[in-house]
């Protein structure tokens, strides 16, 4: 099994838990979709996304698992070595799954896109994915929009995207930035 799009089902906790276990050992999984189902912070831990050390392309976005169930994934998230595309949009990981996406960013060589909107991430979160950001060379796209970064955080990610030479696309619409951000 190479491919597995099961977003956008009723999936909970405990289904969450049984793929898991039914990934264990699945080393051939490239492209995981499990978006908008309703995966919360205990079954995202459950995942053994470790297990699935040639995953290219992983979307978890549309589950409610906050940033308790970021600190759980992203350990797992940081041995998946060939990752590329990471959505964790509308995830509500606020600023605290900010720093825990920030914290493995180093350690996904091959990351090219990575999407975090509509997660209520603040200056504090935005500061911490800018130092992240300047540890992750292949990035090509980050998307931001819709969250609270503001004028802090814009100015803090504005001073990293010199050290992103790969970064093509930079989304941060919406995001309670004024003037003092934008210059």
């Known amino acids: ?8 089902n009723p999936i909970g906790n405990d289904s969450a838990e049984a793929l898991g276990v039914l990934l264990l050992g699945k080393s051939k999984l ?8 309703l995966i919360e912070s205990e079954g995202v831990r459950t995942l053994a996304l470790a297990e699935c050390s040639s995953l290219e392309y992983l979307n978890l976005s549309g589950n409610a698992f906050e940033a308790a169930g970021m ?12 990752l590329a595309d990471l959505h964790l ?31 209520v991430i ?10 992240g950001i300047s540890a992750c060379p292949s990035l090509e796209t980050l998307s931001l929009g ?14 990293q995207l010199a050290s992103a030479a790969a970064l093509k ?9 004024g ?5």
């Open 1 to 8: 099994l190479e491919h597995l799009d099961l977003g956008q």
């Open 179 to 183: 003037d003092e951000g934008a210059s």
């Open 30 to 37: 490239v492209h995981l979709d499990m978006g908008s189902n």
């Open 122 to 131: 603040q200056s504090h979160g935005a500061s911490s994915l800018a130092h």
């Open 146 to 159: 819709w969250n609270r970064i503001g004028d802090a955080g814009a100015a803090a990610l504005a001073g």
């Open 71 to 82: 600190e759980r994934v992203a350990p797992s998230l940081s041995q998946c070595a060939f």
């Open 169 to 177: 696309s930079f989304g941060m619409q919406n995001n309670w930035v």
């Open 89 to 119: 949009n509308a995830c509500e990981l606020r600023d605290g799954g900010a720093e825990a996406v920030a914290a493995i960013l180093k350690d996904l060589r091959s990351l090219k896109t990575l999407s975090l909107c509509h997660n």
